[in-house]
């Protein structure tokens, strides 16, 4: 049994919309899910909802709806977004399911035989939005807490804690160890600074059921629900279990799923978050998994955030972007291609209506589209469609474009990748310019040179079909059904020079991405 590349993404809470920072985890995630289909690796995908806790339960009662009823309705809008982005996840998980409820338990019933909880007091302020305990630390100059945490209350209570002192030490040394285990670098270095700087505070885990009762009932003790983030955070191994993963099932002794035969997944390879919950994967999660007796991930890859015109996305402003109507208005592709062309991954982003449209026009409309459509239109009206012979002369630009674009896919490097084939496109348009096969078309004499022009185009864009298909998979399959070319690019050893057979017919060309004026 082989083990999988395991990439996850960050579960979204349901407490509302998809919105464009949940669109561009997911497509990343996506992205890179591909790519490694593409250079031969066998992958699985996971993305999910993360349903418990107490903003799930507050928004159910203001829909007036059982937590579970308000989950399951927006449970159906999620997924189908996910359809929506074309997602190649292998597994979707809601942690509101059995097997993820089932495995939660065992976990915690074995971290707590085994010592890691004590039961204490707590007097001190909490915040609902944030699902967190507060200290006078987290108090501005001013005494206040910042808005962000919503209303902070003062509470008296009793609950379980998570042991993290003792192993503060292990981590530093363990980062320091393993040091692309946090990237961007610069994510990793705030966690290192954090833990040199701060003593660890033990993590409380329960929430008692007198104030939250939509969670996972501790298992050794039915006062209490699992605190949110324990249970979120476990979902990278309940689903590893739920499709038999032997690492997991053996260290926490759990039945695997029914998967015959059973997947090879943890440790996951990636786990990519966004940069407000690096705390929550760098520093709780690999101590869980140690507590647990579980080898850490391979790597926390953090994103950047998305804000709007320059100001933070919040709905109460109004500066929110719709992905499914930016989808619906101008295609799936160009969403997708906008936000990984913009953004790279790790710092933040801006999204700007006016940028998006500069983009979709230059690179899209008048770069790839213009190229394909008018490659593939000459070759139909001088040469009824039929592939001439095999002609090299931009075989050195595609191999160099093939060549980065690997190494920087290998490096989970998007933006530089898109740069790279574009670098190809833009060199293709400049062919086309320099050696003018239209006029080539009206002297008889010339009949040679444009044979050889022409296929260099058509294989120029069928290698950029091969190059674009973890990006812009829609596209990449009309590229290949306008050259004649069945199903969609699969690998990325397609983008051999050559691979178009002389004598071929194309398909039909149609723009792949229209001009438009507004
Ligand atoms: O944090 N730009 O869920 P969530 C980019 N359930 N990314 C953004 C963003 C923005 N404007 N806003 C949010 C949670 N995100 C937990 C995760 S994982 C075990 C549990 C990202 O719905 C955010 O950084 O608040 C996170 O990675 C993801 O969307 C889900 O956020």
Same mark, same amino acid.
């Given at each position: 049994?082989?083990?999988?590349?395991?990439?996850?993404?960050?579960?979204?809470?349901?407490?509302?919309?998809?919105?464009?920072?949940?669109?561009?985890?997911?497509?990343?995630?996506?992205?890179?899910?591909?790519?490694?289909?593409?250079?031969?690796?066998?992958?699985?995908?996971?993305?999910?909802?993360?349903?418990?806790?107490?903003?799930?339960?507050?928004?159910?009662?203001?829909?007036?709806?059982?937590?579970?009823?308000?989950?399951?309705?927006?449970?159906?809008?999620?997924?189908?977004?996910?359809?929506?982005?074309?997602?190649?996840?292998?597994?979707?998980?809601?942690?509101?399911?059995?097997?993820?409820?089932?495995?939660?338990?065992?976990?915690?019933?074995?971290?707590?035989?085994?010592?890691?909880?004590?039961?204490?007091?707590?007097?001190?302020?909490?915040?609902?939005?944030?699902?967190?305990?507060?200290?006078?630390?987290?108090?501005?100059?001013?005494?206040?807490?910042?808005?962000?945490?919503?209303?902070?209350?003062?509470?008296?209570?009793?609950?379980?804690?998570?042991? /993290? #002192? *003792?192993?503060?030490?292990? +981590?530093?040394?363990? &980062?320091? %160890?393993?040091?692309?285990?946090?990237?961007?670098?610069? $994510?990793?270095?705030?966690?290192?600074?954090?833990?040199?700087?701060?003593?660890?505070?033990?993590?409380?885990?329960?929430?008692?059921?007198?104030?939250?009762?939509?969670?996972?009932?501790?298992?050794?003790?039915?006062?209490?629900?699992?605190?949110?983030?324990?249970?979120?955070?476990?979902?990278?191994?309940?689903?590893?279990?739920?499709?038999?993963?032997?690492?997991?099932?053996?260290?926490?002794?759990?039945?695997?799923?029914?998967?015959?035969?059973?997947?090879?997944?943890?440790?996951?390879?990636?786990?990519?978050?966004?940069?407000?919950?690096?705390?929550?994967?760098?520093?709780?999660?690999?101590?869980? /998994? #140690? *507590?647990?007796?579980?080898? +850490?991930?391979?790597? &926390?890859? %953090?994103?950047?955030?998305?804000?709007?015109?320059?100001? $933070?996305?919040?709905?109460?402003?109004?500066?929110?972007?719709?992905?499914?109507?930016?989808?619906?208005?101008?295609?799936?592709?160009?969403?997708?291609?906008?936000?990984?062309?913009?953004?790279?991954?790790?710092?933040?982003?801006?999204?700007?209506?006016?940028?998006?449209?500069?983009?979709?026009?230059?690179?899209?409309?008048?770069?790839?589209?213009?190229?394909?459509?008018?490659?593939?239109?000459?070759?139909?009206?001088?040469?009824?469609?039929?592939?001439?012979?095999?002609?090299?002369?931009?075989?050195?630009?595609?191999?160099?474009?093939?060549?980065?674009?690997?190494?920087?896919?290998?490096?989970?490097? /998007?933006?530089?990748?898109?740069?790279?084939?574009?670098?190809?496109?833009?060199?293709?348009?400049?062919?086309?310019?320099?050696?003018?096969?239209?006029?080539?078309?009206?002297?008889?004499?010339?009949?040679?040179?444009?044979?050889?022009?022409?296929?260099?185009?058509?294989?120029?864009?069928?290698?950029?079909?091969?190059?674009?298909?973890?990006?812009?998979?829609?596209?990449?399959?009309?590229?290949?059904?306008?050259?004649?070319?069945?199903?969609?690019?699969?690998?990325?050893?397609?983008?051999?020079?050559?691979?178009?057979?002389?004598?071929?017919?194309?398909?039909?060309?149609?723009?792949?991405?229209?001009?438009?004026?507004?």
């Amino acid at each position: 049994m082989s083990k999988r590349f395991y990439i996850t993404t960050a579960i979204d809470y349901v407490n509302g919309q998809p919105h464009i920072g949940h669109a561009y985890e997911k497509i990343i995630s996506d992205v890179i899910a591909r790519s490694r289909r593409s250079l031969g690796q066998e992958v699985f995908f996971l993305t999910g909802l993360d349903e418990h806790g107490q903003k799930v339960q507050q928004a159910a009662q203001a829909e007036k709806k059982s937590p579970q009823e308000y989950c399951d309705a927006l449970a159906a809008d999620w997924q189908a977004f996910a359809k929506k982005l074309e997602l190649t996840n292998d597994d979707f998980i809601r942690t509101t399911q059995p097997r993820h409820k089932a495995f939660v338990q065992a976990a915690l019933a074995k971290l707590h035989a085994a010592g890691h909880f004590y039961k204490a007091g707590y007097t001190g302020y909490y915040s609902a939005r944030e699902e967190t305990f507060l200290t006078e630390k987290d108090r501005r100059p001013d005494g206040t807490f910042d808005p962000a945490y919503g209303e902070v209350v003062e509470l008296k209570e009793e609950n379980y804690y998570f042991k /993290l #002192k *003792a192993h503060q030490q292990w +981590l530093i040394d363990y &980062i320091e %160890a393993n040091p692309s285990f946090i990237a961007p670098d610069y $994510r990793r270095n705030e966690v290192l600074g954090f833990l040199r700087s701060q003593t660890l505070e033990d993590l409380c885990i329960s929430r008692p059921v007198a104030r939250l009762n939509w969670g996972i009932p501790l298992p050794f003790d039915p006062d209490f629900v699992t605190y949110v983030w324990f249970d979120a955070l476990v979902n990278y191994i309940s689903a590893a279990a739920a499709h038999g993963d032997p690492t997991v099932c053996a260290a926490i002794g759990v039945e695997p799923g029914p998967d015959q035969p059973p997947l090879s997944l943890w440790p996951a390879d990636i786990h990519v978050i966004g940069k407000d919950i690096v705390k929550f994967h760098a520093v709780y999660w690999p101590i869980m /998994l #140690k *507590a647990m007796g579980l080898p +850490l991930p391979k790597q &926390i890859l %953090a994103h950047g955030w998305w804000q709007k015109d320059g100001a $933070r996305i919040s709905k109460s402003t109004g500066n929110v972007i719709d992905p499914v109507a930016v989808i619906h208005e101008w295609g799936l592709d160009a969403f997708r291609f906008y936000v990984l062309r913009e953004l790279d991954l790790g710092p933040d982003g801006n999204w700007t209506d006016a940028g998006f449209k500069s983009r979709y026009s230059a690179e899209l409309a008048n770069g790839l589209g213009n190229l394909v459509n008018r490659s593939l239109s000459m070759l139909k009206r001088y040469r009824h469609g039929v592939v001439p012979a095999r002609h090299d002369e931009l075989a050195a630009d595609a191999a160099r474009a093939a060549d980065e674009t690997r190494a920087l896919l290998k490096q989970n490097q /998007l933006q530089s990748a898109l740069q790279s084939i574009w670098g190809l496109v833009n060199r293709a348009n400049q062919y086309v310019d320099q050696t003018a096969p239209f006029k080539l078309a009206k002297d008889p004499s010339q009949a040679k040179r444009l044979d050889e022009v022409l296929y260099n185009l058509a294989e120029a864009c069928r290698i950029l079909a091969v190059l674009l298909q973890p990006f812009i998979p829609g596209t990449a399959a009309r590229i290949y059904a306008q050259l004649g070319l069945g199903g969609s690019p699969s690998t990325l050893d397609a983008a051999a020079w050559g691979g178009l057979t002389p004598g071929q017919t194309i398909g039909e060309p149609a723009p792949l991405f229209p001009r438009r004026d507004d």
